[in-house]
């Protein structure tokens, strides 16, 4: 026969269960050496001339800020490869890695990049040359596919652009399927829509405001080629 | 109905241990109120970090960085040789448009970015220099004090604060 006293015992027992698996779960995501899918994450860290956690300052730095959608992934590269041994003798090669993404520009909030066109952005980070690593800044995030998300990128001596930070607002409603679905004008109305829907993201606000009070940096700056060249002449 | 009992007992005894092992394993990577730790450092099983930059303008720096991080523990940064492997890689990029000046990751590179670097004092990069060695060693970023070297911001600093020592000795411990 139950007794009250049994019962609470075995709930008592549920609870500890649940709160043990709980921290496993949570301890075993929080750590270098987390690996989701065979590959294991290496957060690089780094020492910067702002702070990277004020939008006025990241706004002064960059030369572009802009809302944009991430069409596709492309190749990584890779700087400065050596070859590095393992205590084991095991060789492997070693190079940061930079990933190529193609981006649609939907709203400048500082700068004339091309809207609604595809450019072209770099960001430091991506698969180490021996696949088994995701290198990426602490506390940093690489563009996904089908995402939108405030860009803060620079542009090189030769018009490129990288980026420096980008944050995520949300994810796109417009694949290639929905596009595909609808009529022309159906399709400006949803991507207005979804422009609005970006606008109402905090990170969209916080940098829209952030493009208007930056902190200047002076360094040397580039024009990128993916520039709005009639703007840019005004 | 006792053997039931005696099943849930054996398996919150299980997950309780298992759960005082992954606690314990993430609290050697976390930090105490004293100690800024990353989870990974670049020393290798000798208690040695030996570093390879002569592809880099700022080996100087490197080398004065080294010793300095040395005079609190003997010995562990050292240069590499045909018989000494590097543990780290130490070279120059030129990323204009990057915030960083210096970047260290556990694949086992630091990367100095010229483009920055080449703009502030003799200080200003020795502390970049000493600040990316620190990482290497395994201290993480300690805002505490700017007097730090272990600051994430770039300052004029050039000599180990008590808490960069405390968060070394720490590090130095699990090496």
């Given at each position: 026969?139950?007794?009250?006293?049994?019962?609470?015992?075995?709930?008592?027992?549920?609870?500890?269960?649940?709160?043990?698996?709980?921290?496993?779960?949570?301890?075993?995501?929080?750590?270098?050496?987390?690996?989701?899918?065979?590959?294991?994450?290496?957060?690089?860290?780094?020492?910067?001339?702002?702070?990277?956690?004020?939008?006025?300052?990241?706004?002064?730095?960059?030369?572009?800020?802009?809302?944009?959608?991430?069409?596709?992934?492309?190749?990584?590269?890779?700087?400065?490869?050596?070859?590095?041994?393992?205590?084991?003798?095991?060789?492997?090669?070693?190079?940061?890695?930079?990933?190529?993404?193609?981006?649609?520009?939907?709203?400048?909030?500082?700068?004339?990049?091309?809207?609604?066109?595809?450019?072209?952005?770099?960001?430091?980070?991506?698969?180490?040359?021996?696949?088994?690593?995701?290198?990426?800044?602490?506390?940093?995030?690489?563009?996904?596919?089908?995402?939108?998300?405030?860009?803060?990128?620079?542009?090189?001596?030769?018009?490129?652009?990288?980026?420096?930070?980008?944050?995520?607002?949300?994810?796109?409603?417009?694949?290639?399927?929905?596009?595909?679905?609808?009529?022309?004008?159906?399709?400006?109305?949803?991507?207005?829509?979804?422009?609005?829907?970006?606008?109402?993201?905090?990170?969209?606000?916080?940098?829209?405001?952030?493009?208007?009070?930056?902190?200047?940096?002076?360094?040397?700056?580039?024009?990128?080629?993916?520039?709005?060249?009639?703007?840019?002449?005004? | 109905?006792?053997?039931?009992?005696?099943?849930?007992?054996?398996?919150?005894?299980?997950?309780s241990a298992l759960t005082l092992v992954v606690v314990?394993?993430?609290?050697?990577?976390?930090?105490?109120?004293?100690?800024?730790?990353?989870?990974?450092?670049?020393?290798?099983?000798?208690?040695?970090?030996?570093?390879?930059?002569?592809?880099?303008?700022?080996?100087?720096?490197?080398?004065?960085?080294?010793?300095?991080?040395?005079?609190?523990?003997?010995?562990?940064?050292?240069?590499?040789?045909?018989?000494?492997?590097?543990?780290?890689?130490?070279?120059?990029?030129?990323?204009?448009?990057?915030?960083?000046?210096?970047?260290?990751?556990?694949?086992?590179?630091?990367?100095?970015?010229?483009?920055?670097?080449?703009?502030?004092?003799?200080?200003?990069?020795?502390?970049?220099?000493?600040?990316?060695?620190?990482?290497?060693?395994?201290?993480?970023?300690?805002?505490n004090a700017s007097t730090n070297i272990m600051y994430?911001?770039?300052?004029?600093?050039?000599?180990?604060?008590?808490?960069?020592?405390?968060s070394y000795d720490a590090s130095y411990a699990r090496?």
């Amino acid at each position: 026969m139950r007794t009250k006293k049994s019962f609470s015992a075995k709930k008592k027992g549920i609870l500890i269960a649940a709160a043990c698996v709980l921290a496993l779960a949570v301890g075993s995501g929080i750590y270098f050496g987390v690996t989701k899918g065979g590959i294991t994450l290496a957060p690089a860290v780094r020492s910067y001339v702002i702070n990277i956690n004020n939008a006025e300052e990241v706004a002064g730095f960059v030369d572009y800020v802009f809302v944009g959608r991430v069409e596709k992934q492309m190749d990584a590269r890779y700087e400065d490869v050596f070859e590095r041994e393992s205590e084991d003798g095991e060789k492997t090669l070693v190079g940061a890695p930079y990933t190529l993404y193609e981006v649609t520009v939907l709203e400048n909030l500082k700068g004339n990049l091309k809207v609604n066109e595809p450019i072209r952005i770099e960001k430091e980070g991506g698969i180490s040359m021996d696949g088994k690593f995701l290198s990426v800044a602490e506390g940093d995030s690489l563009p996904e596919e089908g995402s939108l998300f405030v860009f803060a990128v620079s542009a090189g001596a030769d018009g490129s652009l990288l980026a420096n930070h980008n944050y995520k607002l949300m994810k796109t409603k417009l694949t290639e399927k929905a596009i595909g679905k609808m009529q022309p004008e159906q399709l400006q109305k949803a991507m207005q829509a979804e422009l609005e829907e970006a606008e109402a993201q905090a990170d969209y606000k916080r940098f829209a405001e952030a493009c208007k009070n930056e902190v200047p940096f002076a360094r040397e700056r580039y024009t990128a080629s993916a520039e709005w060249l009639e703007a840019a002449t005004q | 109905m006792r053997s039931r009992r005696k099943l849930q007992r054996i398996a919150i005894i299980l997950l309780s241990a298992l759960t005082l092992v992954v606690v314990g394993f993430v609290g050697a990577g976390c930090t105490t109120s004293n100690d800024y730790l990353l989870s990974w450092h670049l020393v290798d099983s000798g208690k040695h970090c030996d570093w390879d930059a002569n592809q880099s303008k700022y080996e100087s720096y490197v080398v004065s960085g080294a010793k300095t991080w040395n005079a609190y523990k003997a010995g562990v940064f050292r240069p590499d040789s045909i018989s000494v492997v590097q543990d780290v890689r130490i070279s120059d990029v030129s990323e204009l448009g990057e915030s960083w000046l210096g970047e260290t990751s556990p694949l086992g590179y630091i990367n100095l970015n010229k483009a920055l670097l080449d703009e502030v004092s003799s200080n200003c990069k020795q502390n970049t220099v000493l600040h990316e060695l620190g990482h290497a060693l395994g201290l993480d970023h300690n805002d505490n004090a700017s007097t730090n070297i272990m600051y994430s911001y770039n300052t004029a600093v050039t000599a180990l604060s008590s808490s960069d020592k405390s968060s070394y000795d720490a590090s130095y411990a699990r090496y």
